[in-house]
Nanobody, 125 residues
Framework: QVQLVESGGGLVQPGGSLRLSCTAS????????IGWFRQAPGKEREVVSK????????YSADSAKGRFTISRDNAKNTVYLQMNSLKPEDTAVYYC??????????????????WGQGTQVAVSS
């Protein structure tokens, strides 16, 4: 069964950090580019950061640059999103998704083949 599972979300104070994990089962994560997305209440889902299959190229949205770092360990079938200096506006459900396509910039979410169920991140004092 093909599955992507996110973990590591939770409640954190402004300025704090979280590390999200995206673990694959039923397929080889190393064959896919992985994107992290988020959806806040009442807003559209947006890309946060993404990484190519080998981990040699990344893209981050302006909102994530300088604060979030995406990385992957293909031997563990896992992609990570290290989030530092978190702000209340980072509050959202965070999703990871897998795509056979790599473009070093924004691309249609329809190009992502597999999606996880999401993990909630809440930033509040």
């Amino acid at each position: 069964q093909v599955q992507l599972v996110e973990s590591g979300g939770g409640l954190v104070q402004p300025g704090g950090s979280l590390r999200l994990s995206c673990t694959a089962s039923g397929f080889t994560l190393g064959d896919y580019a992985i994107g992290w997305f988020r959806q806040a209440p009442g807003k559209e889902r947006e890309v946060v950061s993404k990484i190519n299959s080998r981990g040699t190229s990344t893209y981050s949205a302006d909102s994530a640059k300088g604060r979030f770092t995406i990385s992957r360990d293909n031997a563990k079938n896992t992609v990570y999103l290290q989030m530092n200096s978190l702000k209340p506006e980072d509050t959202a459900v965070y999703y990871c998704a897998a795509s056979n396509v790599w473009i070093g910039g924004p691309m249609s979410q329809r190009l992502y083949k597999y999606w996880g169920q999401g993990t909630q991140v809440a930033v509040s004092s």
